[in-house]
């Protein structure tokens, strides 16, 4: 089962950027990396998706190294509600299965 | 569009009673996905149906715990017989036909809130 680590919290103050690493060494070749953002009392929201190299939206970019067993989640200019769980998550298939594993996520605290 | 909309919002049992959580998906998707989340942890998934097939159900106990898609209506989260412990957040999400699971954008609802006293 493909599996992700990420830092269980981050600190960070309005308009710096903040950047979430995320650990996932089993990835398989077929997987997508996705974040997920969430805030207190909603359900998550997604956030960007990629397979390789880097991705841009207008919210945020995504980095993915050449062996694709890290992804980093760039938030250009925090502000205060950007303070939120932020999700890495993999596609995971188990055996024969479509399970979806979220893990623990980061908790980012974003400062005035 | 509407979003995917869940139903109750928040759902208060006494143990030993039956809880009926609703899930409607977003329109035109035909994947159907639950989750629990308890306080201060991350969600785990439960169950992923399409219409009127259960895919997978490996992340959800074999005893009290069912769910449905029907071909009409919401798909519906049951929980029989309910304890404490299942007190926490339900929520469901759907996905467009096409990549399952993780590889597949999921749009989640609001969530159950179910309290078990």
């Known amino acids: 089962l493909a599996k992700t680590t990420q830092p269980i919290s981050m600190d960070s103050y309005e308009g710096q950027e903040v950047n979430i690493t995320c650990s996932h060494n089993n990835i398989a070749t077929n997987d997508y990396i996705t974040w997920y953002q969430q805030f207190p009392s909603q359900g998550p929201r997604f956030i960007i998706q990629?397979?390789?190299t880097k991705v841009t939206n207008e919210v945020a970019s995504l980095f993915i190294p050449a062996d694709r067993k890290s992804s980093t989640l760039s938030l250009p200019r925090v502000s205060l509600s950007d303070t939120a769980v932020y999700y890495c998550?993999?596609?995971?298939?188990?055996?024969?299965?479509?399970?979806?594993?979220f893990g623990a996520g980061t908790r980012l605290f974003v400062k005035a | 569009n509407a979003g995917v909309m869940q139903n109750p919002r928040h759902l208060v049992r006494r143990r030993g009673q039956e809880a009926r959580l609703r899930c409607s998906p977003m329109?035109?998707?035909?994947?159907v996905y639950w989750y629990r989340q308890l306080p201060e942890e991350g969600l785990k998934f439960m169950v992923y149906l399409q219409k009127e097939n259960i895919i997978d159900e490996s992340g959800m106990p074999k005893e009290r715990f069912s769910a449905e898609f029907p071909k009409e209506g919401p798909s519906i989260l049951r929980i029989q017989q309910v304890v404490r412990g299942d007190s926490a957040a339900y929520f469901c999400?759907?996905?467009?036909?096409?990549?399952?699971?993780?590889?597949?954008?999921?749009?989640f609802g609001p969530g159950t809130r179910l309290t078990v006293l």
């Open positions: 999400a759907s996905s467009r036909p096409g990549l399952a699971g993780a590889n597949n954008e999921q749009f």
């Open positions: 990629g397979y390789k």
């Open positions: 329109k035109g998707h035909s994947h």
């Open positions: 998550l993999v596609g995971d298939r188990g055996t024969g299965g479509f399970k979806t594993i």
